[in-house]
């Protein structure tokens, strides 16, 4: 919603395994809210904490707005809940509807369609949601060597 606990934690996740994996020359990578709440600001500081406890630095990050213009941007558009994944529909250009899908839809083995948002919980939530970030991003990761690297 406002870019400063799920999304930049996913960003964050994701671009260190991008990284480890000595794909970031091919992928890149963003994180947007569906609101303006927090435009400009960095990350939570419950979620740089949590990152910075498992050696990822959110502390570049600054909150966006989602545009249409990401659709065309990127291949994927992954929303964290059904209401911004509902925000991002009704932003996307006709013809791209195909890259909006939910984050933990790359890791169906937890059975979790939804990243809760921790931002009214305690640091507990923000560990919870770490978690649920990274085996997603483990699931896109693999979606995207299957679906634009092929095999090898």
């Known amino acids: 919603m406002g870019n400063i606990c799920r999304s930049p934690t996913a960003q964050g996740v ?5 990284i480890e994996e000595g794909l970031s020359h091919q ?17 939570d ?9 498992r050696g990822i630095d959110l502390s570049r990050q ?3 707005r989602a545009l249409a213009e990401d659709f065309e941007l990127f291949d994927y558009v992954l929303a964290m809940d059904r209401d911004n994944l509902s925000a991002l529909a009704a932003l996307c250009p006709p013809g791209y509807e195909e890259r909006l899908r939910l984050f933990m839809d790359y890791a169906p083995h937890l059975e979790i369609r939804e990243v809760p948002d921790p931002y009214y919980g305690g640091a507990n939530g923000f560990e919870a949601v ?9 699931g896109l990761l693999e979606a995207i060597r299957r679906e ?4 090898g």
């Open 14 to 18: 994701f671009t260190k395994l991008v």
């Open 27 to 43: 992928i890149e990578i963003d994180s947007a809210g569906t609101h303006a709440y927090h435009l400009g600001e960095p990350p």
């Open 45 to 53: 500081r419950r979620a740089r904490e949590t990152a910075r406890r």
């Open 62 to 64: 600054r909150a966006r």
């Open 130 to 138: 770490f978690d649920m970030v990274d085996e997603a991003a483990r």
């Open 148 to 151: 634009h690297f092929g095999p």
